[in-house]
């Protein structure tokens, strides 16, 4: 099974920065496979990226993806009071998905 | 609108089953795979396994093995998941999700508390 490592657990940023956050695969990713999701508290995740690039419908475009094998990315250019929430990557294998643990983004 | 509605909330003793159901509407319920996800309070995402409404095939994450069955029915366009033998770590919210790029509609998750 491939393990999808999120670190940090937890980054502060100011509205208006920029924000990275890192998912490490424990092997090689088909990129197609690899998705990004955020969450707020009380509610379901929501779908941002998908095929490790691609934004989902009405997403807006400070939020991007990119990577590829084993390292993705994904940034916010611009951080908006509604993006302080969790953001979890996923990947699926052969007919198993896996989550990495999550990485939070709280306000500075 | 495209949407996936669960049922209600539940609270089970351990050792019993719970059922939840997740109806699809406004889109062709056959043509998406739909996954299950579970998140245990203050943790993160897990996967569960999924279903092929068009064919019934279903494959489940070892972890749930031989506790867990996912099954449909196209009439009423409604996934169902079945965990049996409950314990407290299945205290969580349970979520249906629709397959298409990726996890792209959620319903809204189901409750499900383990307790004596």
């Known amino acids: 099974e491939i393990v999808l490592t999120q670190s940090p657990g937890t980054l502060s940023f100011s509205p208006g920065e920029r924000a990275t956050l890192s998912c490490r695969a424990s092997q090689s990713v088909i990129s197609s496979y690899l998705a990004w999701y955020q969450q707020k508290p009380g509610q379901a995740p929501r779908l941002l990226i998908y095929?490790?690039?691609n934004r989902a419908t009405g997403i807006p475009d400070r939020f991007s993806g990119s990577g590829s094998g084993t390292d993705f990315t994904l940034t916010i250019s611009r951080l908006e009071t509604e993006d302080f929430a969790v953001y979890y990557c996923q990947q699926n294998g052969t007919s198993s998905w896996t989550f990495g643990q999550g990485t939070k983004v709280e306000i500075k | 609108q495209v949407q996936l509605v669960q049922s209600g909330a539940e609270v089970k003793k351990p050792g019993a089953s719970v059922k939840v159901s997740c109806k699809a509407s406004?889109?062709?319920?056959?043509?998406?795979?739909i996954h299950w996800v579970r998140q245990a309070p203050g943790q993160g995402l897990e996967w569960m396994g999924m279903i092929n409404p068009s064919g019934d095939r279903t494959n489940y994450a070892q972890k749930f093995q031989g506790r867990v069955t996912m099954t449909r029915d196209t009439s009423t366009s409604t996934a169902y998941m079945e965990l049996s033998s409950l314990r407290s770590e299945d205290t969580a919210v349970y979520y249906c999700v629709r397959l298409r790029n990726a996890f792209d509609i959620w319903g809204q998750g189901t409750m499900v508390t383990v307790s004596s």
């Open positions: 095929g490790a690039s």
């Open positions: 406004g889109y062709t319920f056959t043509r998406y795979y």
